[in-house]
Structure formats: C-alpha cells, structure tokens
C-alpha cells in the first residue's frame, strides 16, 4: 500500500469513526460524511492519474458534483431543523413529531 493510498483510507476510516461515534450534532456528522466524500474523490482521482485513462477522468468530477449537492441538502436540512426546533442536536430529534 503506498502512502497515498494509506492516507485515503485512514481519512475515509476517520470520517467513519467520526460519524460512528460523534453523534452529538448533525452539524458534526454533515462534517464527517463531507470528510469521507472528499477522501473518496480524492483517492479516485489519484486512481485515474495513476493509471493514465481519460475515460475515467469524468468519475471524479460526478463524485465532486454529488459531494457538493450532499453538502448543500445537509445545510438546508441543518436550517429547517434549527428554525423548528432551535437546536441541531441529533438527541432533540423526533421523527415521529410534527
């Protein structure tokens, strides 16, 4: 495994870990599944320079694009959420109230 793999995958495990552990507030678990998706855009793009393909040069790039409509519906869901309830802690949370 070389370092660069290695560090992909101790970002994406620590984005993990993060979001497993750290359920405190939604702000902290949108930050550790943005964490992961950058780790993951990272480590495909750094597959398609390896390998020298230009067909997959545009996987990256929908990875990106979708990290960042993710990143976007977090935030809004983060507003709705502090606006009717006045808290973003996940424990406050019911989805069985209207």
Do not use: K, Y
Request: aromatic residues 8%.
């Amino acid at each position: 495994m070389t370092p660069t793999q290695f560090a992909s995958a101790t970002a994406f495990l620590l984005g993990l870990t993060g979001l497993a552990f750290n359920r405190a507030h939604l702000l902290s678990a949108l930050l550790c599944l943005e964490g992961m998706m950058l780790s993951l855009f990272l480590a495909l793009s750094l597959w398609t320079a390896e390998l020298s393909v230009t067909s997959f040069s545009a996987s990256p790039m929908l990875l990106l694009a979708f990290s960042a409509c993710e990143a976007s519906a977090g935030l809004a869901l983060l507003v709705a959420t502090a606006r009717t309830h006045g808290t973003d802690r996940l424990q406050n949370l019911n989805l069985l109230q209207c």
